[in-house]
């Protein structure tokens, strides 16, 4: 016998109120007189009915969590056995004909033969029909999504696709391939293949919409007398000027050098935060720091001392 | 063939003037003998079934009706194919009845 918390999915501390939804929501489904000759949902109605049984009784739940019963520890439900009447002949009491007298109407069967050997069944078998769409996906690196490349996929029956990745991708991104998907029945067309772009993370560059954010290491005399640095975009390496008295966390614009203009997007920007490193520091520095008696006394503390 | 004080005695949920209503609604439908309702099998699986539909499964009675009438069509179709079948069985050779097995299979996936 099944644990009935998973037989009804639910967790082991649900409210009666949810247990009773969930049993509603699975019986409805499964209910034997609306699923007739379905030997599986009357088993799975079965396990639903005991499971509602044992949890919706506070007392047998509570033995039931503290294991003094199994699952099983109970009688069950005598089930209403309406459709082993329905099915027979008997069953024509409640026929939609309202018939009670024996026999079939031809108009009756007239209906079935119709439908079960008639032009429309026939149509079915020729008529084209679309292949179904087939779902794959496919990593590609920071930079072949924001730039644009082509990739190669192979799909599991050997065949290679090259996927032309556009400027811009964003992870999650749906591409659709026409024609690449299962084949069509008929002379049918064929479906699509839809891939999924999967961006892998990058060491440095993290996307913002159509900008780019980078946390750009410079030396403590880069920042204080400013000088011109290399900085890494998604392009490639260009030259930037920090400009003097600028602080650990200054953020700097590099304008259009973040996600490339694509459908009708302008390009984004390239901001780069700056992280002051100090590197090993020697005896010229501590020197200089020892003796040095700053101008503007900076407390940068401050802000954390007021309260919120 | 039970009558209909046997009936409600047979449920504690089920009230003597709701099975009334229901017979008048058509829900239900006992035969009548000696100015009485007489309740065949069939009869008494149908209470019991709309009484769990109502109770257990939170079908109200504005929406039986619908409920009835589905069902009562899928009985219906599921009869006629059920007689349809046994006459096939009957009529048809049976390498055709082979053929037809092995054509259904073929195209009911």
Redesign the interface.
């Given at each position: 016998m099944d644990d009935p918390y998973k037989t009804l999915g639910v967790p082991r501390d649900a409210t009666a109120e949810a247990i009773r939804s969930a049993y509603?929501k699975l019986?409805?489904r499964h209910?034997p007189?609306?699923n007739?000759?379905d030997a599986k949902s009357e088993e799975t109605f079965k396990a639903i009915a005991s499971a509602n049984d044992l949890l919706s009784d506070p007392e047998k739940r509570g033995k039931f969590d503290r294991g003094e019963i199994d699952a099983a520890g109970r009688e069950q439900a005598p089930r209403?056995?309406?459709?082993?009447?329905?099915?027979?002949?008997?069953?024509?009491?409640?026929?939609?004909?309202g018939s009670q007298t024996g026999g079939?109407s031809e108009d009756?069967?007239g209906d079935?033969f119709n439908s079960?050997f008639g032009e429309g069944r026939q149509a079915g078998?020729t008529t084209p029909r679309r292949g179904a769409d087939a779902s794959f996906t496919l990593a590609t690196s920071f930079l072949d999504a924001v730039n644009g490349a082509t990739l190669r996929l192979t799909l599991p029956d050997g065949i290679a696709l090259d996927v032309k990745v556009p400027p811009g991708t964003t992870d999650g991104q749906t591409l659709r391939l026409r024609g690449k998907g299962d084949p069509g029945r008929n002379d049918g067309p064929a479906g699509d293949a839809r891939i999924e772009i999967r961006v892998a993370p990058h060491r440095y560059f993290v996307r913002d919409g159509q900008d780019v954010r980078i946390v750009l290491p410079v030396t403590l005399p880069e920042a204080v007398l400013g000088g011109d640095v290399e900085v890494p975009t998604p392009r490639g390496v260009v030259h930037m000027r920090v400009p003097p008295h600028s602080d650990d966390g200054t953020e700097l614009r590099l304008k259009g050098r973040g996600v490339p203009a694509h459908n009708g997007a302008a390009a984004g920007d390239l901001y780069a935060k700056l992280n002051i490193v100090i590197g090993p520091a020697d005896t010229a520095l501590e020197a200089f720091l020892r003796d040095w008696k700053p101008e503007h006394a900076t407390n940068p503390r401050r802000g954390m001392q007021e309260p919120t | 063939m039970i009558n209909i004080d046997a009936l409600v005695a047979l449920s504690s949920r089920l009230e003597r003037p709701v099975l009334e209503r229901w017979i008048e609604e058509d829900w239900v439908r006992p035969d009548r003998r000696d100015g009485e309702f007489a309740f065949s099998d069939i009869d008494v699986a149908r209470v019991h079934l709309i009484l769990e539909l109502r109770d257990q499964l939170d079908v109200d009675e504005d929406a039986l009706p619908v409920v009835l009438l589905l069902l009562d069509q899928l009985y219906d179709l599921r009869r006629q194919v059920r007689v349809l079948a046994d006459a096939f069985v009957r009529v048809a050779p049976s390498d055709v009845q082979r053929n037809l097995a092995s054509e259904l299979i073929r195209h009911v996936v």
């Open positions: 509603l019986a409805k209910h007189d609306l007739p000759g209403s056995s309406y459709r082993e009447h329905a099915e027979g002949d008997s069953g024509r009491r409640y026929s939609r004909a079939w009756e069967f079935i079960m078998a | -």
